[in-house]
């Protein structure tokens, strides 16, 4: 069944109901719907069929909004028409003229949430500074990847010289204020053939890169859900509303044409920023932070409201959702990643992409604004539902897209499509916010916390890295506090770290590669059986195992020593431990002599050379007979003490053994 028959039924429905002044009655028309994954091409304006709430996808996607507002009309139909078209009926012009509380207005549904909507852009307008009055104007006038792509940091400038972008408005005009000035540059850059419209050649350095971007815009217009909601802009609900003086002269004469839901400047710059963070995905969540700012400017300008930003948001992501998941982009994905990769390796001097993710966090803040992490993870969080008054219960089920794991394809890589659809569903926001409880699950993803990784274990996780294949594949960490009753195994030959303040209770494997504890509950609750490879300490306080610590015989524990027991490992439960214990010095850190770093015996120790003066060890094993607490130790044991087997009895294999800091 194509998408216009699959529709079409409940198109003939709502245009019937429509001659009912009640327009709670055309709604209820609403049918299941296919995911927006398949639908996005309904996303159009002036056709009959894919006019009303039941045949957009776009409109049906915001319809939440609908709890907030009601439309004066439930059609498609602002300064726009729409001629009778197979079985559809033709769709007149609405009255409606733009001006809220007019006679012709819709109604106000929420007053509670209208009222925060507006108040928070009197708010923030009323505050703004200088700098931000500069930004906003910039992101209002330029074109939106022009805008956005200082989100790359240190990669911008090979970015720039490989997309050929280019603008025209660098800075405020002196008399900005009363000319209305329109970028007449590139916007996105040259593509990988000859463009007569944008007057640009071809372009052998990122052309393919540019024509995945203007992929992931297909069919994303918010003209159609503009002119469906004819929702005014926050100037015009509010003269308290203080638009930046400088853009007065962008201000529309045609409010009939100039509906503020949804921000179509936001929608945008998350569908490049979406776009290019596949791309480059070690400047994933300084993308997202960089779309996330675009909005906030857009209400900083005075043109829209938190929702109208929040709307853009959705409507941005299941547009390049959409278009990733389409069969005619799926060689070209690959080919542009691959050259857009390929160019900023050799634009930034490095060898491969795990040292372009070292290249790309370079700069200091002062040279990146996006460089502070946590800054920008507190960024994105707020401006997702920007702290609306809730309308539904906070505790609904997840849900997360068809398709959106395409998202983080690059990012996560090595995960599965449905782990990945895991990591989104265990790092979404909470439900109840208005709008954003959509069907499918836009409105709570969380595209910056999912980069970080999952945020539970809601059952075991196998995670395989393939250090061989490079780049994130070789090495990552997570940084999400993660929960569950899961279990984590890690296999392969990759790094990964764990940092965050982890509870989940079903313990952690290891069994190939490298597992980098990254804080003191790195492994949450559970016990911790390392089977191979390789354990780091590298917490900034103890590390706790909150059950029982197994370590096999070809497997490495790997301490670095410092200041207030950083680089030392608590356990909680039982240890057997077999193995080596590789012991370093954290820089500048030197021990008192006495330091004990460790219970619990350890096949070999292996003392790095700082450790080891002229041959001396400075660490002896220090063992106590469970029964009698007899001590023997060695005080000039060079290489490899036995803790396990150094008093040859039966008792003493699971013997107690500190090693202890003989001498500085």
Known sequence: MSVSSFFRLSTALVCLVSIVPSLAVAEQATAAKAPYAETGNTNKRGDACFSTV??????????????????????????????????????????????????????????????????????????????????????????????????????????????????????????????????????????SKPDTENKTDANPDMGLAIDFINAASGDGSTEPAKRYFKYGRPYRWSQDVSVVPTLESAKSGKPVEDGGFPSGHTAEAWRDALAMAYLVPQRFQEMITRASELGEDRILAGMHSPLDVMGGRMLGTATVVYNLNKADNAGLKSDAYAQAQSWLIAKSGVADTGALEVAAHAAPIAADRFANHDANRAYVLQRLSYGLPTIHPTDQPARVPQGAEALLETRLPYLDGEQRREVLKTTEIASGYPLLDDAEGYGRLNLFAA?????????????????????????????????????????????????????????????????????????????????????????????????????????????????????????????????????????????????????????????????????????RPDLRHPDDRRIVFFPNQEGIPNCGDALRCPACSFAPCTYVILRM
């Open 451 to 619: 980069a970080d990784g999952y945020g539970a274990f809601d059952q075991d996780v196998t995670v395989t890295m393939d250090a061989v294949k490079g780049g994130f594949d070789a090495i990552d960490s997570w940084r999400n506090d993660i929960g569950g009753k899961g279990k984590l195994v890690k296999r392969g030959s990759g790094i990964l770290g764990l940092s965050g303040a982890n509870s989940y209770a079903g313990g952690t494997v290891l069994e190939e590669g490298t597992l980098v504890a990254g804080s003191s509950s790195a492994f949450g609750s559970g016990g911790l059986t390392v089977d191979g490879g390789s354990l780091v300490v590298a917490a900034d306080k103890p590390l706790t195992v909150g059950g029982d610590y197994q370590q096999s015989a070809n497997a490495t524990a790997k301490l670095a020593l410092g200041a207030n027991g950083v680089g030392t490992l608590v356990v909680e439960g039982k240890a057997a431990l077999a193995g080596d214990l590789d012991v370093t010095l954290a820089d500048g850190f030197v021990p008192a002599a006495g330091t004990k770093i460790g219970r619990h015996p350890f096949r070999h120790l292996r003392q790095a050379h700082h450790l080891r003066p002229q041959g001396e060890p400075l660490l």
């Open 54 to 191: 039941d045949t957009n996808a776009a409109v049906h996607l915001l319809s939440g909004f609908l709890e907030v507002w009601t439309p004066r009309t439930p059609f498609v139909d602002a300064g726009v028409e729409a001629p009778a078209k197979d079985n559809c009926p033709a769709v007149a012009k609405t009255d409606w003229d733009g001006i809220p509380a007019s006679k012709t207005d819709g109604q106000i549904v929420n007053q509670a949430v209208h009222d925060a909507n507006i108040a928070y852009a009197v708010k923030v307008t009323k505050a703004r500074t200088a700098e931000q009055a500069v930004a906003a104007y910039l992101d209002d006038r330029r074109g939106k990847n022009t805008s956005i792509v200082d989100g790359l940091g240190p990669l911008t400038d090979a970015w720039k010289a490989g997309s050929k972008q280019t603008t025209t408005i660098t800075e405020v005009a002196a008399d900005a204020t009363t000319v209305k000035y329109d970028d007449k540059g590139n916007n996105r850059g040259a593509g």
